[in-house]
């Protein structure tokens, strides 16, 4: 079945760090690709998508680049802020599987001042 | 602009009691889940609804059931509980197109079963 994997966390970074955090993923057909955030308490919200291959989605500074052929969709961004502390989830979603949304494990950040 | 709002926020339970999660959302999504969210786990989807009247199992859809009556609710019933189902709950939404467009969150329920 479909599925998606994430680099395990926690990352800890400082200001104004380069970030990334890999996700590759599994999946029957063609599948749309997402980056939710999660702030503390609170629950997901999308942080960018992309629905096809070679299509980047950007936010907020935040950007991943959709790899059919490596069936990677890394979140990267060049200078992370404080603020940017946070869990972050890949998700996939598929045709062939029911367009049900599947998420990774989850990356949590910390970005020290 | 409500959202997708999820009731209540934090409840306890003993072990074999039942209870119902609410969850309803006011943007005429006909695609609603409910998923739950364990340490080093991500989110879990355990049952998903594609329209009123439709429900299907997700990965983890033992010990809870649903209903889809309405397009606005998508309640989630914990038939037995069990420690096991300690758990944060999140319910979600799309609109056109299901899953392959934004889901919206609500704010989670964390519940305990002692």
């Known amino acids: 079945g479909d599925s998606v994997t994430q680099m395990e966390g926690p990352v800890t970074l400082s200001e104004e760090a380069f970030l990334t955090i890999n996700c590759t993923y599994t999946?029957?057909?063609?599948?749309?690709l997402f980056w939710y955030v999660q702030y503390p308490g609170e629950g997901l919200q999308l942080l960018l998508k992309a629905t096809k291959a070679d299509d980047k989605g950007s936010n907020k500074g935040f950007e991943a680049t959709y790899r059919k052929e490596t069936t990677s969709f890394h979140l990267e961004k060049g200078s992370v802020q404080v603020s940017d502390s946070a869990v972050y989830f890949c998700a996939l979603s598929d045709r062939g599987g029911g367009f049900k949304t599947i998420f990774g494990a989850g990356t949590r950040l910390f970005v020290k001042a | 602009n409500a959202g997708v709002t999820q009731t209540p926020k934090f409840q306890v339970l003993k072990t074999g009691q039942s209870m119902t999660l609410q969850c309803a959302q006011d943007m005429n999504h006909e695609y609603m889940s409910w998923y739950r969210q364990d340490p080093g786990m991500g989110l879990r989807l355990i049952h998903y609804s594609v329209g009123a009247g439709i429900t299907d199992q997700g990965e983890v859809p033992n010990g809870y059931n649903v209903s889809r009556s309405t397009t606005e609710d998508f309640p989630l019933r914990l038939l037995s509980a069990a420690p096991s189902q300690t758990s944060v709950y999140f319910c979600?939404?799309?609109?056109?197109?299901?899953?392959?467009?934004?889901?919206?969150f609500g704010q989670g329920t964390r519940l305990t079963v002692v």
């Open positions: 999946a029957t057909g063609y599948p749309s």
């Open positions: 979600a939404s799309s609109g056109p197109g299901g899953g392959n467009t934004e889901a919206f």
